[in-house]
């Protein structure tokens, strides 16, 4: 019951870390709590900010379009790993963000962290399909790294993200009297038939 209660306790810190969401109503970035984003939110990732949820990179600070990131709590590995927005958006300015509608097609929730498949069309790009991979998303508990901020688009949140399909469920606890217990009982059982 101890671990259920830490474990509660560490889902609300987490689910109540902040981000930056675009608000279209007062056309401004806003602070908005993890566990308010929606698929379709257009978020804002500074410099050693953890990713809130899984976004496709949509534009970088870098002219090149590259980010990096940490995945040390996604798959245990120190070095940085770099992502790349679309060579159709990575050109565009900071003030066109907010303009950017995408119409996207991509496929379901699943564990796999190597492999992405998707496309998307902008509105700001005379309707082009942008093919969509691995290399432009940025997983949910990983890390911007070198990378003054970046633009992404939300797809996966909760328990649809990637980090939270890789989570294994706690084994179940029982202790040595209550397997002796258990082992009597049934041995009782068994003897009364």
Same mark, same amino acid.
């Given at each position: 019951?101890?671990?259920?209660?830490?474990?509660?306790?560490q889902?609300?810190?987490?689910n109540s870390?902040?981000?930056?969401?675009?608000?279209? =109503?007062? *056309?401004?970035?806003?602070? %908005?709590?993890?566990?308010? !984003? #929606?698929?379709?939110?257009?978020?804002k @990732?500074? &410099?050693g900010?953890?990713?809130?949820?899984?976004?496709?990179?949509?534009?970088?600070?870098?002219?090149?379009g590259?980010?990096?990131i940490?995945?040390m709590?996604?798959d245990?590995?120190t070095n940085?790993?770099?992502?790349m927005?679309?060579?159709?958006?990575?050109?565009?300015s900071?003030?066109?963000?907010?303009?950017? =509608?995408? *119409?996207?097609?991509?496929? %379901?929730?699943?564990?796999? !962290? #190597?492999?992405?498949d998707?496309?998307? @069309?902008f &509105?700001?790009?005379?309707?082009t399909?942008v093919?969509i991979?691995?290399?432009n998303?940025?997983?949910r508990?990983?890390?911007?790294?070198n990378?003054?901020?970046?633009?992404?688009?939300v797809?996966?949140?909760?328990?649809?993200?990637?980090?939270?399909?890789n989570?294994?469920?706690?084994p179940?606890?029982v202790s040595?009297?209550? *397997?002796?217990?258990n082992y009597?009982?049934?041995?009782v059982?068994?003897?009364?038939?």
């Amino acid at each position: 019951a101890w671990e259920d209660y830490n474990r509660y306790k560490q889902d609300k810190e987490v689910n109540s870390k902040i981000s930056l969401v675009y608000d279209y =109503k007062v *056309k401004e970035y806003l602070q %908005k709590k993890w566990e308010e !984003l #929606e698929v379709g939110d257009l978020l804002k @990732v500074n &410099n050693g900010e953890e990713v809130a949820a899984d976004l496709i990179l949509i534009k970088s600070q870098k002219k090149t379009g590259m980010a990096f990131i940490d995945t040390m709590n996604l798959d245990g590995e120190t070095n940085l790993k770099e992502r790349m927005a679309p060579e159709e958006t990575k050109d565009m300015s900071d003030e066109a963000m907010p303009k950017l =509608k995408a *119409k996207m097609n991509y496929e %379901k929730p699943n564990a796999s !962290l #190597e492999r992405f498949d998707g496309t998307a @069309v902008f &509105n700001e790009l005379l309707d082009t399909k942008v093919k969509i991979e691995a290399k432009n998303l940025l997983l949910r508990g990983c890390y911007l790294k070198n990378t003054e901020y970046i633009f992404g688009l939300v797809i996966y949140t909760g328990h649809e993200s990637k980090i939270m399909m890789n989570a294994k469920h706690p084994p179940t606890k029982v202790s040595n009297v209550m *397997k002796v217990m258990n082992y009597l009982l049934y041995s009782v059982f068994v003897f009364q038939m």
